[in-house]
């Protein structure tokens, strides 16, 4: 049984291409998506003394 990369080989290049950007581009995107945790834990921490310190109620708040 012959695989899709021994049929085609554009195919081939393209996959190759592919998985090159992706190994390129997935550790990036994961970078962000673990600042964006950070800042929201951050966020949440700062709720707690922010609201008492400015005098903001849970409205204004948001």
Do not use: C, H, T
């Not at 021994?6 to 081939?12: E, I, S």
């Not at 995107?29 to 109620?57: E, H, T, Y």
């Amino acid at each position: 049984m012959a695989s899709e990369l021994d049929l085609d080989p554009v195919a081939a290049e393209v996959s190759a291409v592919y998985r090159k950007i992706a190994w390129r581009l997935l550790p990036f995107l994961v970078f962000l998506f673990v600042l964006a945790w950070i800042d929201r834990v951050n966020v949440g921490f700062a709720k707690l003394s922010m609201l008492q310190d400015l005098g903001f109620s849970e409205a204004v708040y948001g």
